[in-house]
């Protein structure tokens, strides 16, 4: 089982037709005039054949980079234990979500990069700021 806020996905060489082709959408509510951002939304987990929660894919124009988000079905309200996985006993039910993900990325191509948490560039400030303690 893996954190998303310490996965980062990669998908070289995306276009508005590669987009279109694979199920992505153009979303109003994360786009304006400067930045278009497309996203895919399949369900991961369901209850007796109900969709309950959804995962959304969401790739910005001209970017590398894309953004995993689990929603309530057919909501805009983020699946908190998807986030916060250490508390709770939601191990089973994330192994199941995380199976689904992994499978659709897998088969759109897309690739695990190297988490960018920013911590080296904390320490480096951090570091700075000791050397110029006053004596």
């Given at each position: 089982?893996?954190?998303?806020?310490?996965?980062?996905?990669?998908?070289?060489?995306?276009?508005?037709?590669?987009?279109?082709?694979?199920?992505?959408?153009?979303?109003?509510?994360?786009?304006?005039?400067?930045?278009?951002?497309?996203?895919?939304?399949?369900?991961?987990?369901?209850?007796?054949?109900?969709?309950?929660?959804e995962c959304e894919l969401?790739?910005?124009?001209?970017?590398?980079?894309?953004?995993?988000?689990?929603?309530?079905?057919?909501?805009?309200?983020?699946?908190?234990p998807f986030y916060y996985?250490?508390?709770?006993?939601?191990?089973?039910?994330?192994?199941?979500?995380?199976?689904?993900?992994?499978?659709?990325?897998?088969?759109?191509?897309?690739?695990?990069?190297?988490?960018?948490?920013?911590?080296?560039?904390?320490?480096?400030?951090?570091?700075?700021?000791?050397?110029?303690?006053?004596?």
């Amino acid at each position: 089982m893996s954190n998303v806020l310490q996965k980062r996905l990669l998908k070289k060489n995306v276009t508005k037709e590669w987009l279109f082709d694979n199920g992505f959408r153009f979303n109003k509510l994360f786009s304006d005039e400067n930045i278009e951002v497309y996203t895919y939304r399949f369900p991961v987990y369901k209850y007796e054949n109900f969709t309950i929660l959804e995962c959304e894919l969401r790739i910005i124009s001209g970017s590398d980079n894309v953004i995993i988000d689990v929603y309530d079905y057919g909501t805009i309200n983020k699946y908190a234990p998807f986030y916060y996985q250490e508390y709770g006993n939601y191990g089973k039910m994330l192994e199941k979500i995380w199976a689904k993900i992994n499978k659709v990325i897998k088969a759109l191509g897309i690739e695990e990069g190297e988490a960018s948490d920013g911590s080296k560039n904390k320490k480096d400030k951090r570091r700075c700021n000791y050397t110029n303690k006053r004596k």
